[in-house]
C-alpha cells in the first residue's frame, strides 16, 4: 500500500514520471498551489534535466507547450496553479485536441474537501475541459502503479491531457536545500507499462546534451520524410516505393529538447513518418488528384509521385514539395479541370479553400478520406469511405492526366508573376494602390524556406496567399512548415511560433509568418522574464491594419460597407514599433521586397519582427483577378 505522501512528494512524483514518459519541455505559469512543482521544476532545469519556460499568461502558456509539442515531437507538460488559471488553457487545449498534440495540462488543485465551500481560488476543475482532454484526478493517496499507468498513458496518447492533482498540507518542502527538491529517476527505472508499448524506434540518441549526427540505425522510416511536417502520425504510413527514399537524417537533428539528459530509451519522442506499405491498392484509371491537407506528411505526396497524379497540397500539408505538387491548385479547382476529376484521396486536414472543400464534398466522386493523428478523417460534406491508412498504387497512371494540370499551373503561375511586377496602366497589373502586394509578400517568405528551415505561419490571409504563391520546394531538404490548423484560430499564434522554434534548436532559421490582427491577439507571447530561454525566430507581420480577410467574403460586399470598417474589419492604429519596445524585441519596418528577402536570409540571435505594410483595400478585387486569371488558362465551357 502506497503511503500517504506530502505536496512536495506528491509534486515530485507526478514529475518524475512525466520524465520517464518522455517530458523534457515544461511550461510553468506561476501560482501558489503549484509551488511544490515550481520548486521541482527549478531545481530539475539547473540540474540539466528539463527545460523550464516560465510564462506569467496560461493562455500563452499554453500555446507555448503546442509549440514545443509540435516542434520537439515529444509530449510536452503545462503546469498551472487552480481556479481561472486552467481554464486560461482551453483554447491550446482544443486545438492539441483537433490536431493531436501530446500536451499534458498539470493542473494543481485544492483538495476535494474544499470544494463547494467557497474557499479561496478552489473550483470544480476536474474535467474542465470536457470533451477535448480526458481527466485524471490525483490525489497522495493515488498508488503508484496506477499514477505511472495514467501519466505513460497522457504521455503517450495523442492529443491532450489532464492531470488535476490535489495538493494538501504544506505546500513548500522542508528541506530547504535544492539538490533535494528533484531527483532524476535512476538509468535503471523500468518505464511504465504502457511506454513499452509506445512505438520508439525514431527516437532520439541517448544523452540529450550532445546531439549530434544520425538517427538510430533501426530507424524503419525513409529519411525524407522527417521534418517536412509537423510529426507525422504512426498510423498513417506512407504508400508508395520507399526504396529509394534513403538520404540521411540532418545533422540537426531536432528532436529532443537542447540542454536535457540522461535519455538513454529516447522516451516520448514520436516517430517523425512510419511507413508500411500495407495501404489498401487503388485501381487505375478513375481520374484522380489528391488533396493534402495539413499536417498530412509526405505519404500524400509518394502516393501522387507513384501513380503520377495531380497534388493539391497546402503549404502547413507537409506534402507540398516534388514534382507532382501544383502551386495554384486551388484556383484551378474553379476551372474546367474540376470537372473532368472522378477521385479524390483525401490526407490530412485541408481546410485553407472552398474550391478544394467543394471537391472532398462532391457526391458525385469517389473520396476517399484517411484518418489524421487524431483520428478523425476530414470529410465535411459525409461523402467519404474513410481509410485508415494511405492507399497505394502498383503502378503509374496514364500521365496526360497531370500534364494537363502542370501546365495549367505552370501558365497560371507564370500570368500571376507576371502581373505583380507589370507596370501601372498594363491590364494585365495586379489591383492595387502602388504599394507592397501581400501576393508578393508571400512569394518572399515562401522563397525563404531554405533547407533546413522552420516556417510557422498563421491563418487568415497569410496561409492563403502562401497557398498561392509558394512554389512547392525540393524534397529530401528537410524544411518544417506548420501552423494551428485543427481549429485555424488566430489566436495563441505567437507564443506557438516560440515554442516550435525551442523545440527545433537545431534548424537553420526560423520563421514566423502572420497578420498584424493574429501578432497582436498575442503580444504576451513576447512576455518573456529574464533568464528564460529566447529562440532566434523572425517574425515577419503582413500589417495591414485590420482583418483583411473578411473583404473576401460575403460580409465583404459593397451592400454591408457602412458596418464592414467597425465590426468587421477593426482596424486598430497600434504602434507595432512601441510594442516590441516595450517587450525588448527587435524591430524593423520593411517597405522593401528586396530588403525583406535579405532580412529573411540572415540569422538573427534572438527573436526580431519585421513589420511589411500593406494595403487591404484592394483584397477583393484581388481574388477576383486571381479567378479570372485561371479562367484564361483552364476557361470554363
Known amino acids: 500500500m502506497t503511503a500517504r505522501r506530502s505536496a512536495p512528494e506528491v509534486a515530485l512524483h507526478v514529475l518524475q514520471q512525466l520524465w520517464l514518459g518522455g517530458v523534457r519541455d515544461v511550461v510553468l505559469a506561476p ?3 503549484s509551488a511544490p512543482f515550481a520548486l521541482a521544476l527549478d531545481a530539475a532545469d539547473r540540474a540539466g534535466d528539463l527545460r523550464l519556460h516560465v510564462r506569467v499568461d496560461e493562455r500563452s502558456a499554453g500555446f507555448l507547450a503546442l509549440g514545443l509539442a509540435t516542434g520537439s515531437r515529444r509530449p510536452v507538460a503545462v503546469v498551472t496553479t487552480s481556479g481561472t488559471a486552467v481554464g486560461n488553457l482551453l483554447p491550446a487545449v482544443m486545438e492539441a485536441h483537433h490536431t493531436g498534440r501530446r500536451v499534458v495540462v498539470v493542473s494543481a488543485d485544492r483538495p476535494e474537501r474544499l470544494r463547494g465551500t467557497g474557499a479561496n481560488q478552489t473550483t470544480d476543475q476536474v474535467g474542465i475541459f470536457g470533451t477535448f482532454a480526458p481527466c485524471h484526478d490525483l490525489t497522495a493517496a493515488t498508488p503508484d502503479d496506477e499514477l505511472a499507468g495514467l501519466v505513460a498513458q497522457a504521455c503517450s496518447r495523442p492529443g491532450p491531457t489532464q492531470l488535476n492533482v490535489q495538493l494538501d498540507g504544506d505546500l513548500l518542502p522542508s528541506d530547504a536545500d535544492p539538490d533535494t527538491w528533484w531527483q532524476r529517476p535512476g538509468d535503471d527505472a523500468a518505464a511504465p507499462s504502457l511506454l513499452a508499448s509506445t512505438d520508439l524506434t525514431n527516437s532520439a540518441p541517448a544523452d ?52 536535457a539528459r540522461g535519455d538513454r530509451a529516447g ?38 509521385e507513384a501513380a503520377g497524379w495531380p497534388l493539391v497540397a497546402e503549404p502547413t500539408s507537409g506534402a507540398r514539395l516534388g514534382r507532382q505538387a501544383l502551386r495554384t491548385g486551388r484556383l484551378l479547382l474553379t476551372t474546367d479541370l474540376r470537372g473532368d476529376v472522378e477521385r479524390v484521396v483525401v490526407v490530412g486536414h485541408p481546410t485553407l479553400s472552398r474550391p478544394v472543400t467543394s471537391l472532398i464534398s462532391d457526391p458525385g466522386l469517389e473520396v476517399l478520406s484517411v484518418r489524421a493523428r487524431d483520428g478523425v478523417a476530414t470529410d465535411p460534406g459525409r461523402v467519404a469511405r474513410v481509410l485508415d491508412v494511405v ?60 533547407a533546413d528551415t522552420t516556417l510557422v505561419v498563421g491563418s487568415s490571409n497569410p496561409v492563403r496567399d502562401l497557398d498561392v504563391m509558394a512554389t512547392p520546394w525540393t524534397p529530401l531538404e528537410h524544411r518544417f512548415v506548420v501552423g494551428n490548423r485543427g481549429l485555424a ?8 511560433a516560440v515554442g516550435v522554434a525551442l523545440g527545433r534548436p537545431r534548424a537553420a532559421r526560423s520563421i514566423a509568418y502572420l497578420g498584424d490582427l493574429t501578432f497582436l491577439h498575442d503580444t504576451n507571447g513576447l512576455l518573456t522574464g529574464r533568464g528564460q530561454r529566447r529562440p532566434d525566430l523572425t517574425f515577419v507581420v503582413l500589417s495591414d491594419d485590420g482583418g483583411a480577410i473578411f473583404s473576401t467574403l460575403e460580409q465583404g460586399d459593397r451592400r454591408y460597407a457602412s458596418a464592414f470598417e467597425r465590426v468587421f474589419a477593426t482596424p486598430h492604429g497600434t504602434d507595432l514599433e512601441a510594442l516590441c519596445a516595450a517587450h525588448h524585441t527587435a524591430y524593423e519596418r520593411v517597405d522593401d521586397l528586396g530588403r525583406l528577402a535579405a532580412a529573411l536570409a540572415e ?11 500593406v494595403s487591404r483595400a484592394d483584397r477583393r478585387a484581388e481574388a477576383a483577378w486571381l479567378r479570372e486569371l485561371a479562367q484564361q488558362v483552364a476557361p470554363h465551357r
Not at 221 to 250: I, K, M, Q, S, V
Request: aromatic fraction near 2%.
Open 603 to 613: 540569422s538573427p540571435s534572438g527573436t526580431r519582427v519585421l513589420e511589411v505594410p
Open 267 to 304: 522516451r516520448g519522442v514520436e516517430p517523425s513518418v512510419s511507413a508500411p506499405t500495407d495501404g489498401e491498392v487503388l485501381p487505375l484509371g478513375p481520374r484522380t488528384v489528391v488533396v493534402a491537407g495539413d499536417d498530412a506528411g509526405p505519404a500524400a505526396r509518394l502516393l501522387a
Open 31 to 33: 501560482g501558489s498551489r
Open 208 to 259: 540529450l546534451r550532445h546531439e549530434t549526427a544520425a538517427e538510430p540505425h533501426h530507424n524503419p522510416a525513409p529519411a525524407d520524410l522527417r521534418h517536412e511536417t509537423g510529426a507525422e502520425p504512426r498510423h498513417n504510413p506512407a504508400p508508395a516505393d520507399l526504396r529509394h527514399e534513403t538520404a540521411a537524417e540532418p545533422r540537426h537533428n531536432p528532436a529532443p529538447a537542447e540542454g
Open 391 to 450: 492507399p497505394r498504387v502498383e503502378a503509374a497512371d496514364d500521365p496526360a492526366w497531370f500534364d494537363a494540370w502542370r501546365d495549367a499551373d505552370q501558365r497560371l503561375g507564370a500570368l500571376i508573376d507576371a502581373g505583380l511586377v507589370a507596370p501601372e496602366g498594363d491590364p494585365s497589373r495586379a489591383p492595387g494602390d502602388g504599394g507592397l502586394s501581400p501576393l508578393a509578400v508571400a512569394a518572399v517568405v515562401g522563397a525563404a524556406v531554405a
Open 489 to 496: 484560430g488566430i489566436d495563441g499564434m505567437v507564443s506557438t
